[in-house]
């Protein structure tokens, strides 16, 4: 078992910027890729970082590309999502997975986060 914490979430302003973590317990020593997913209201799960083992291969929706970064630090389990120019249509749960494959699709995914709730204000 792998058990996800995220935290960072919070209201901006359109234009600023937000940094989530999540942090891995449990089986930590398995190569996890991480992915983070949104979900805003009334849509369904969509999409938006994943990152490999190494951290060499990384992906990302076309809706974030270029203001968003995903990054991990192995050494402290966690892996992070900095976000800027954030926009009112970021606004959604964010969600932290892990899983064995770099994939933009939900269901790979074996470990999930309760979420941390970003709100982007116009």
């Known amino acids: 078992q792998v058990q996800l914490v995220e935290s960072g979430g919070g209201l901006v302003q359109a234009g600023g910027s937000l940094r989530l973590s999540c942090a891995a317990s449990g089986r930590a020593g398995i190569r996890y890729v991480m992915g983070w997913f949104r979900q805003a209201p009334g849509k369904g799960r969509e999409f938006v970082a994943a990152i490999s083992w190494s951290g060499g291969s990384t992906r990302y929706s076309n809706s974030v590309n270029g203001r968003f970064d995903i990054s991990r630090d192995n050494t402290k389990n966690t892996v992070y999502l900095q976000m800027n120019n954030l926009k009112p249509e970021d606004t959604a749960i964010y969600y932290c997975?892990?899983?064995?494959?770099?994939?933009?699709?939900?269901?790979?995914?074996?470990?999930w986060g309760q979420g941390t709730t970003v709100t982007v204000s116009s």
């Open positions: 997975a892990a899983g064995g494959v770099l994939t933009t699709a939900p269901s790979p995914y074996d470990y």
